[in-house]
Nanobody, 125 residues
Framework: QVQLVESGGGLVQPGGSLTLSCTASGLILDYYAIGWFRQAPGKEREGVLCLSKSGSMTYYADSVKGRFTISRDNAKKIMYLQMNSLTPEDTGVYYC??????????????????WGKGTLVPVSS
Protein backbone atom coordinates (compact mmCIF):
# COMPACT_ATOMS: atom_id res chain seq x y z
CA GLN A 1 0.00 0.00 0.00
CA VAL A 2 1.43 3.33 -1.09
CA GLN A 3 1.52 6.07 1.52
CA LEU A 4 2.79 9.63 1.32
CA VAL A 5 3.17 11.64 4.51
CA GLU A 6 4.00 15.35 4.50
CA SER A 7 5.82 17.10 7.32
CA GLY A 8 7.47 20.43 8.04
CA GLY A 9 4.49 22.73 7.81
CA GLY A 10 3.86 25.51 10.28
CA LEU A 11 3.57 29.24 10.75
CA VAL A 12 6.21 31.30 8.97
CA GLN A 13 6.64 35.05 8.70
CA PRO A 14 6.58 36.83 5.35
CA GLY A 15 10.02 36.72 3.79
CA GLY A 16 10.87 33.54 5.64
CA SER A 17 11.79 30.09 4.41
CA LEU A 18 10.46 26.63 5.02
CA THR A 19 11.25 23.14 3.79
CA LEU A 20 8.51 20.58 3.47
CA SER A 21 9.24 16.87 3.35
CA CYS A 22 7.18 14.01 2.02
CA THR A 23 8.09 10.50 3.07
CA ALA A 24 6.93 7.71 0.82
CA SER A 25 6.35 4.07 1.57
CA GLY A 26 5.08 1.13 -0.43
CA LEU A 27 6.76 2.23 -3.65
CA ILE A 28 10.13 2.58 -5.34
CA LEU A 29 10.40 6.34 -5.63
CA ASP A 30 12.90 6.10 -8.50
CA TYR A 31 10.09 5.09 -10.84
CA TYR A 32 7.82 8.02 -10.04
CA ALA A 33 7.27 11.59 -11.04
CA ILE A 34 6.67 13.60 -7.88
CA GLY A 35 4.84 16.83 -7.36
CA TRP A 36 3.73 19.41 -4.86
CA PHE A 37 0.32 21.02 -4.93
CA ARG A 38 -1.38 23.51 -2.65
CA GLN A 39 -4.82 24.76 -1.76
CA ALA A 40 -5.33 28.23 -0.37
CA PRO A 41 -8.38 28.99 1.80
CA GLY A 42 -11.44 29.36 -0.37
CA LYS A 43 -9.60 28.46 -3.55
CA GLU A 44 -9.15 25.41 -5.69
CA ARG A 45 -6.07 23.23 -5.45
CA GLU A 46 -3.26 24.33 -7.76
CA GLY A 47 -0.03 22.75 -8.87
CA VAL A 48 3.25 24.14 -7.57
CA LEU A 49 6.15 22.06 -8.90
CA CYS A 50 6.82 18.67 -10.39
CA LEU A 51 10.02 16.64 -10.77
CA SER A 52 9.89 13.91 -13.37
CA LYS A 53 11.43 10.47 -13.09
CA SER A 54 14.27 11.64 -15.32
CA GLY A 55 14.89 14.80 -13.27
CA SER A 56 13.11 17.41 -15.37
CA MET A 57 11.45 20.12 -13.31
CA THR A 58 8.12 21.68 -14.26
CA TYR A 59 6.70 24.80 -12.63
CA TYR A 60 2.93 24.72 -12.46
CA ALA A 61 2.75 28.12 -10.77
CA ASP A 62 4.69 31.06 -12.20
CA SER A 63 4.47 32.81 -8.84
CA VAL A 64 6.95 30.39 -7.26
CA LYS A 65 9.67 30.61 -9.91
CA GLY A 66 12.96 31.64 -8.36
CA ARG A 67 11.62 31.01 -4.85
CA PHE A 68 10.63 27.33 -4.61
CA THR A 69 12.68 24.24 -5.44
CA ILE A 70 11.70 20.59 -5.56
CA SER A 71 14.12 17.75 -4.91
CA ARG A 72 14.13 14.10 -4.04
CA ASP A 73 16.20 11.45 -2.27
CA ASN A 74 15.18 8.20 -3.89
CA ALA A 75 17.21 6.05 -1.52
CA LYS A 76 15.47 7.57 1.50
CA LYS A 77 12.14 7.79 -0.33
CA ILE A 78 11.74 11.42 0.58
CA MET A 79 10.78 14.37 -1.57
CA TYR A 80 11.31 17.98 -0.56
CA LEU A 81 9.88 21.38 -1.29
CA GLN A 82 12.22 24.23 -0.38
CA MET A 83 10.32 27.51 -0.12
CA ASN A 84 12.03 30.88 0.16
CA SER A 85 10.81 34.49 0.29
CA LEU A 86 7.39 33.36 1.38
CA THR A 87 4.44 35.73 1.08
CA PRO A 88 0.93 35.56 2.55
CA GLU A 89 -0.24 34.44 -0.91
CA ASP A 90 1.69 31.22 -0.37
CA THR A 91 -0.56 30.31 2.54
CA GLY A 92 -2.34 27.02 2.12
CA VAL A 93 -2.37 23.30 2.64
CA TYR A 94 0.49 21.71 0.74
CA TYR A 95 0.16 18.22 -0.68
CA CYS A 96 2.74 15.89 -2.16
CA UNK A 97 1.80 13.49 -4.91
CA UNK A 98 3.38 10.78 -7.04
CA UNK A 99 2.68 8.96 -10.25
CA UNK A 100 4.54 6.08 -11.93
CA UNK A 101 5.22 7.70 -15.27
CA UNK A 102 8.45 7.32 -17.27
CA UNK A 103 10.86 9.82 -18.71
CA UNK A 104 10.44 13.57 -18.43
CA UNK A 105 6.65 13.62 -18.10
CA UNK A 106 5.04 15.52 -15.27
CA UNK A 107 1.30 14.96 -14.93
CA UNK A 108 -1.07 17.49 -13.51
CA UNK A 109 -3.17 16.90 -10.44
CA UNK A 110 -5.57 14.69 -12.35
CA UNK A 111 -2.73 12.41 -13.39
CA UNK A 112 -1.29 11.82 -9.95
CA UNK A 113 -2.37 8.50 -8.45
CA UNK A 114 -0.99 8.86 -4.93
CA TRP A 115 -1.48 11.75 -2.52
CA GLY A 116 -0.52 12.75 0.97
CA LYS A 117 -3.03 14.24 3.38
CA GLY A 118 -1.40 17.66 3.38
CA THR A 119 0.42 19.97 5.73
CA LEU A 120 -0.66 23.51 6.57
CA VAL A 121 1.62 26.44 5.85
CA PRO A 122 0.31 29.77 7.14
CA VAL A 123 2.42 32.76 6.14
CA SER A 124 1.64 35.63 8.43
CA SER A 125 3.25 38.19 10.70
Amino acid sequence: QVQLVESGGGLVQPGGSLTLSCTASGLILDYYAIGWFRQAPGKEREGVLCLSKSGSMTYYADSVKGRFTISRDNAKKIMYLQMNSLTPEDTGVYYCAAEAIPGSACPGAGGMAHWGKGTLVPVSS
